[in-house]
């Protein structure tokens, strides 16, 4: 079979198309016939490498994984074969949690053996591409929005910097079911249109305005109740300053920059939280389906590529000219 893997970190050149042999499950395992692997700004984590995180080569990356289930391992899960599912990304090992596509192969290949226990059989009328579209992005939003992590409100003002990535767009289509007044920050004017068209009720374009000085202005000189920060760096204490009084930073990853400069002033003036949110649960990932299949939730697909053009769909990613997520068709 194809699949495209790294043997070491690197740029996007790392990434090799190559021919494997074809697996065949183990115990406990089913084999998954992929058909549609969504891109995350964690497979670039992964082919260049994160600091205190080991990966092993090869490594398949792309977490996001539909597909039809072709064989089991034990007869007893045969019910399974021929069934349309979308693989939840983690898996549970003893006490360890690992990632598809991180720390263990994930979907940018033909087929890959996962285990049974992974398995969610999809609603009929949610296509392979749109499951394959939530779980990373839209269910660490999920998880990160509700409750337990930043308990959205009805009518609260939300806001979210890099709003037209995978999270970022989540976001702004959850946060907008969830009934809070979303203002949305992009890096350009065509980006910030989409954003309006996706349902946003106001959107900052950081090219051209500041962001905190705009979240000001824009609610009247209060603050958003909650900002949704995975950006970190140069973006962290204007986050802050954006903030109401008792207001939230919800925190789930750090694309530019883990260790920024603090100002610790915000947080004792605006009496501010901030609260990590990581990865999803299970039962976000079956709400996500649900809400997809009710019409409620449709999850936005930039493009879709085959398998031997994902480099370039990576380098769109990591560009920043994408808006919602890439999917690869192995
Ligand atoms: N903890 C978890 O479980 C978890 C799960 C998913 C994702 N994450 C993290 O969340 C972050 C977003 O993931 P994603 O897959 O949604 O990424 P993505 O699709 O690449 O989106 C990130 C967005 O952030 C903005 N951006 C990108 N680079 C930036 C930079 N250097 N400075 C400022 N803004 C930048 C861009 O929006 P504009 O150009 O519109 O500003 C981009 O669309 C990543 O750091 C990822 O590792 C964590």
């Not at 549609?36 to 990966?55: R, S």
């Not at 409620?296 to 990576?314: K, M, Y």
């Amino acid at each position: 079979m194809r699949v495209a893997c790294i043997r070491a970190h690197g740029g996007l050149e790392a990434l090799r198309h190559e021919d494997w042999p074809d697996p065949a499950p183990g115990p406990g395992q089913a084999l998954v016939e992929v058909r549609a692997c969504g891109l995350n700004h964690l497979d670039l984590f992964v082919i260049k490498g994160m600091a205190g995180v080991d990966i092993e080569f090869p490594r398949i990356t792309g977490g996001d994984i539909a597909g039809m289930v072709s064989a089991t391992f034990s007869p007893d899960d045969r019910a399974w074969i021929g069934r349309r599912v979308l693989v939840d990304p983690l898996v549970v090992e003893g006490r360890k949690r690992m990632a598809l596509g991180e720390h263990k192969n994930g979907g940018l290949c033909e087929r890959l053996c996962v285990p049974v226990g992974n398995l969610i059989a999809l609603p009929e009328d949610v296509s392979l591409e749109r499951a394959a579209a939530l779980p990373i992005a839209y269910g660490t939003a999920h998880k990160m929005l509700g409750p337990g992590r930043g308990d959205l409100k009805r009518g609260e003002t939300l806001l979210v910097l890099g709003a037209t990535g995978g999270v970022g767009v989540a976001s702004v289509q959850l946060g907008k079911l969830m009934g809070a007044h979303v203002i949305a920050c992009t890096s350009s004017a065509e980006k910030a249109a989409k954003l309006v068209a996706l349902g946003a009720d106001a959107v900052i374009d950081t090219s051209r305005e500041e962001f905190s000085a705009a979240a000001w202005r824009l609610t009247d000189k209060q603050g958003a109740d909650v900002v949704v920060n995975f950006t970190g760096g140069e973006t962290w204490v204007p986050s802050l300053r954006a903030l109401k009084r008792l207001g939230r930073v919800l925190v789930c990853g750090a694309t530019a920059g883990y260790d920024p400069v603090e100002d610790l002033r915000y947080l004792w003036m605006r009496e501010a939280a901030i609260i990590g949110s990581n990865g999803w649960e299970r039962e976000n990932l079956t709400a996500l389906l649900d809400l997809a299949a009710g019409g409620a939730l449709s999850p936005v697909i930039d493009r879709v590529v085959p398998l031997a053009e994902t480099a370039s769909a990576l380098a769109a990613l990591r560009d920043r000219r994408v808006f919602g997520k890439v999917l690869v068709t192995p």
